[in-house]
Every structure is written in structure tokens, then in C-alpha cells.
């Protein structure tokens, strides 16, 4: 009988899956410290946004190791296996698939030799051209079905120096990349000429880092020097850092990032994430005023909002679920009796703070509707006397292609009703979303410099109906 994983869940209810992060990447070059241990702390940092596998790559300036395997980082790696990972380059990842299936050979980084050295490579985001580029590597030299496999044997594979490839090969990607990757001697970053998937370079006393978010440079005690541009190609070795573009940058920044995907504790464009989602919430109770007597969130996702709700409103904030920190996903089926409690395994209403109350309740996004409807249920079994849903993001009515994995639109249930008919079909007394408008004000960023696709239907990348499909490469073996 298969034993439960033990990986993290954002999951209340198994049926409503919420949008599932993109990946981690982490880099570091860094000749006097222990480089192993500070990619296994970075990616710790960057749990949040992949747990279905996790893996560091290590180079001594003379060969490439690389460990990966499936699971979270701490189950992943021990001190006695990042011992031996030894060297002053690094290159770590932890995976959500977006392309391809959560399997060991599609865990990253990647790693491909040839006759003039190795390389291995850390992807976060989603190629939309992923069979056209296959068709550019040599039959039978893909051992994997994703994009980044598919990335990486292009880029191991040109006849010049690395950055002489990556400046032809990245040009020719198409979607959203955020890589690190290097050869035995150097560091890599780049990202798409969109800057879709955030990117950032640090300090350290003795080297460099480059990682998704800002949090993880936090972590290891690395200074924030600024975003890898759009378009931007960085080169990092013993002779410092080298910048070069290899495409004019059109920033498309994901705003979903502000909304769920990114640590509150990180900073996108200067902009806090956890004063973002603030202000959304004063943004959220001025748009969606009501009478009530508590602010509550959606633990953990609406927390920030629900603060900013309740301080505009002048409503009290307070607690009305407790959740249990330590359930993640398993294999063990539940009961009957168990079954028919569902969401309660995670979440528990507090009935003292909630019986005979009017209710607001602020989450960040109701992706099928699932995990709100049995919340509404839950509080009205608990006593409350009214419950009033606020959603501190626009309705969810269209999928991405850029690395965060979302339904399809017929599963959406804002890509099918109406505000009002997903109201009923919640139980809730009321229902109200952030408009569009006032979340990217939050954000304190340009509309145009933002991809609101998830939100609006409006791609800055077309994407072909034949690259639309996590599972492209493995389709075209069958």
C-alpha cells in the first residue's frame, strides 16, 4: 500500500486544486562558502512555489554533480548528501510541472555533457513554442518531456561558447523563462524578453545569487542589487558580472505573483507584496462596502487582505478558522464519515467567534469554487448569522501558458457564470471581487507593463491552439 508523500498542500478540498505556483530557481557562485548548503536554503525559501521535486547542481571548476529527487527540499537533501556536493558554483531548483509530468526524470536542473563540458540548468516559467524547438534537437537526444529539457540540449548543444549560444538560442524561446544555469566555470542567469516570471540578482561578501524572489536572498544573507532585466542575458564568474541583451525587453510582469503566488516577505518592482495585498484589502472595502461585525480570512491566503479590509472598513479583524499546519496531501482514503467532513481535516471554524456574527469572509481567488462553497457552509453550521465573500483578486476566467497551472477554462467557474450566479452557487450572502483596475493600482506598476491574462483573456504571447497542453512532448511519443 503507498505510503501518504508528506508534501505541502495549499489544498483545502482535493476537488477545488488552487492555482499551483510556477517553480523555484536558485543560482550562486561563491568561491569561499559552502555553496551546497546556501542552494538548499535559498530553495528552502522558495518551497511555496514548487513541491513535486527538488534538486541542486554543484561545479569544483572541473566537473558537475547534480542530486535530485522527488519531494519537498527537506526530504530531498540531508547535510550528509549536501557534504558531498562540493564546489563554488551552484544551481538549484524545487518543481511544480507546468510542462510535463511530475516524474524523477523530469526533475530539475537538468544536466547534459558533450565534448566540450557539461551543463546544468534551473527553469521557472512556461515555453509556448516547446515542439517547435524539440524539432531543433536531433532525434533521440531528449531523455525528457519538458520544456526545459528541451532548452537545455539546445543550449549544451551549439558549436561556440556558452553565451555565444544562449544568444542565439533564447531568441528563439518563446513564453516565459526565468533560468539559472551554468558550466563548470560559470554562472548564468536570463529572462524572457517579457520578464513574465520574476528574476533577481544579490550580493554576497564573496560572490553572487541570483533567485525568483527577494525572500531568498534574504535567507542567505545576500543583498539585493536589482531584477535581471527583461531580455538580459547575465554571465557571472571570477571576473565579476557581465550583462548582455539578447532581445529588446517588453515588460509582461505576471500579476498573479501580487495576488498568490509570491512570498509576502518579497518585493516585486520595488513594491512590497505584503503592502500590496494590503491596500488591495482597503482597495476591496471600498468597492464592497457591508454591514458586519467580523473580517475574517481564508487562512493563509487571505490574511493580508483581510487586514487591509477591515482596517479601511472599521470593521474588527479576527480569527474564525484554525488550520492545521501539518496536513499535506496523502494517499490514505478517508472514510466515508471523514469524507462527507472534507474541508474540516484542514480547517476548523472557531464557533465562540463566529455564532450569531455577520460575517466578512476575504480570500484571494476562487479558482472552481469548491473550497469557498464548503467554507460558506462550514461558518453557517458554526451560527454565523450572515456570511459575506470578498476576493481580493478579479474573477479568474481564463487558464495561463506561462508557468502557473491553472484549469482549464471550462473548469473555472468564472469562466462559465456570472458574479451573481457564483454568489448562489457559494451560499453567500454576498459576494464581491477587486476590479481589475483597482488591483494593478495597487501594485503601484503600469497596466501595460503587466500580464493581466488570467484576469482579461488578453495574452501578450499568442499561443497556438496545438501549444496548449502540459503534456505535449509525451503526446508526441505516443
Not at 354 to 368: E, Q, T
Request: charged share 25%; net charge negative; proline share 5%.
Amino acid at each position: 500500500m503507498p505510503h501518504g508523500d508528506g508534501r505541502l498542500s495549499h489544498d483545502l478540498d482535493p476537488r477545488d486544486r488552487s492555482p499551483q505556483d510556477a517553480c523555484g530557481v536558485f543560482g550562486v557562485w561563491a568561491p569561499e562558502e559552502e555553496v551546497s548548503k546556501l542552494a538548499y536554503f535559498g530553495l528552502y525559501a522558495l518551497q511555496h512555489r514548487g513541491q513535486e521535486s527538488a534538486g541542486i547542481a554543484v561545479s569544483d571548476g572541473s566537473r558537475i554533480v547534480v542530486f535530485k529527487d522527488m519531494g519537498l527540499v527537506s526530504q530531498v537533501f540531508e547535510e550528509s548528501v549536501l557534504n558531498t556536493l562540493r564546489g563554488h558554483i551552484a544551481v538549484g531548483h524545487c518543481r511544480y510541472s507546468t510542462t510535463g509530468s511530475s516524474v524523477w526524470e523530469n526533475a530539475q536542473p537538468t544536466f547534459r555533457s558533450t565534448e566540450v563540458g557539461s551543463m546544468a540548468l534551473g527553469h521557472n516559467g512556461n515555453l509556448i513554442n516547446t515542439p517547435e524547438l524539440a524539432a531543433r534537437v536531433p532525434a533521440g537526444e531528449l531523455t525528457a518531456t519538458t520544456d526545459t529539457e528541451v532548452l537545455t540540449a539546445l543550449l549544451a548543444g551549439g558549436e561556440g561558447s556558452v553565451e555565444e549560444t544562449a544568444l542565439k538560442v533564447l531568441p528563439l524561446a518563446r513564453g516565459a523563462y526565468s533560468l539559472v544555469f551554468m558550466n563548470e566555470r560559470t554562472l548564468y542567469a536570463a529572462r524572457d524578453p517579457q520578464g513574465i516570471r520574476p528574476l533577481v540578482l544579490g550580493r554576497l561578501e564573496h560572490g553572487w545569487v541570483v533567485a525568483s524572489e527577494t525572500a531568498a536572498l534574504d535567507i542567505v544573507g545576500a543583498t539585493f542589487v536589482r531584477e535581471v532585466e527583461p531580455g538580459e542575458l547575465i554571465a557571472i564568474d571570477e571576473a565579476g558580472v557581465r550583462s548582455t541583451r539578447f532581445a529588446v525587453a517588453e515588460p509582461k510582469g505576471c500579476l498573479f505573483e501580487y495576488v498568490y503566488v509570491a512570498r509576502p516577505d518579497t518585493s516585486i518592482a520595488g513594491r512590497s507584496i505584503q503592502a500590496t495585498r494590503v491596500d488591495v484589502g482597503r482597495r476591496l472595502a471600498r468597492e464592497h462596502p457591508v454591514e458586519a461585525d467580523l473580517v475574517i480570512p481564508t487562512p493563509e491566503s487571505g490574511t493580508p487582505a483581510a487586514i487591509g479590509y477591515a482596517e479601511e472598513s472599521g470593521i474588527p479583524y479576527g480569527q474564525g478558522f484554525v488550520k492545521n499546519s501539518y496536513v499535506g496531501r496523502t494517499f490514505i482514503q478517508p472514510s466515508q464519515t471523514i469524507r462527507q467532513l472534507g474541508i474540516r481535516l484542514k480547517l476548523n471554524p472557531l464557533r465562540e467567534a463566529i455564532a450569531g456574527k455577520r460575517l466578512i469572509v476575504v480570500d484571494d481567488s476562487i479558482v472552481r469554487g469548491n473550497t469557498q462553497r464548503a467554507i460558506v457552509k462550514m461558518l453557517r453550521e458554526a451560527g454565523a448569522k450572515e456570511v459575506h465573500v470578498r476576493i481580493s483578486s478579479p474573477p479568474v476566467a481564463w487558464p495561463c501558458f506561462y508557468g502557473i497551472d491553472f484549469a482549464t477554462r471550462a473548469e473555472l467557474i468564472a469562466g462559465n457564470l456570472s458574479v451573481e450566479e457564483i454568489r448562489q452557487s457559494l451560499g453567500a450572502d454576498t459576494l464581491g471581487y477587486i476590479s481589475l483596475d483597482e488591483l494593478i493600482a495597487a501594485t503601484q506598476q503600469d497596466k501595460n507593463t503587466l500580464c493581466r491574462a488570467c484576469f482579461d483573456g488578453v495574452y501578450p504571447i499568442d499561443v497556438a491552439d496545438d501549444a496548449r497542453g502540459k503534456h505535449l512532448l509525451e503526446e508526441a511519443r505516443r
